[in-house]
């Protein structure tokens, strides 16, 4: 009786834990863009747009490419990544991979600094 209700509780806890990450974590993150000056726009991969500083909330297992502009400065390219999450990793089951929540995208917060003619006139 003993060894057949740890056969049963046994493929239940396994089910219950693989999505770990994703019910603690959240398959999506808030990530800030900063630059300097501020007050640029930022126009992401994903469709989405800011005008720094700003925060959005965005898939975690996806790369976002931004393009950063601002009138008087030279237009700027940044990127924010993947990378493993070291709870999520913990936490994380097959589920998880394949639903991103064992993933931080970096650099977060992300700061760029334009180079504006104001700046190039100082120098």
Do not use: K, W
């Amino acid at each position: 009786m003993r060894r057949s209700a740890v056969a049963l509780v046994t493929p239940v806890a396994l089910g219950v834990l693989a999505g770990c990450a994703t019910m603690i974590r959240g398959t999506e993150q808030q990530v800030s863009i900063n630059t300097i000056p501020v007050g640029a726009q930022v126009q992401l991969s994903n469709g989405m747009s800011c005008t720094s500083p700003c925060t959005l909330t965005v898939p975690r297992n996806q790369s976002l490419a931004m393009t950063i502009t601002r009138e008087g400065c030279a237009p700027q390219t940044a990127s924010m990544i993947p990378a493993l999450a070291g709870a999520g990793v913990i936490l994380g089951g097959l589920i998880d991979y394949g639903t991103g929540a064992v993933y931080d995208l970096q650099p977060n917060p992300l700061t760029v600094t334009l180079i504006c003619r104001d700046t190039l006139s100082a120098r």
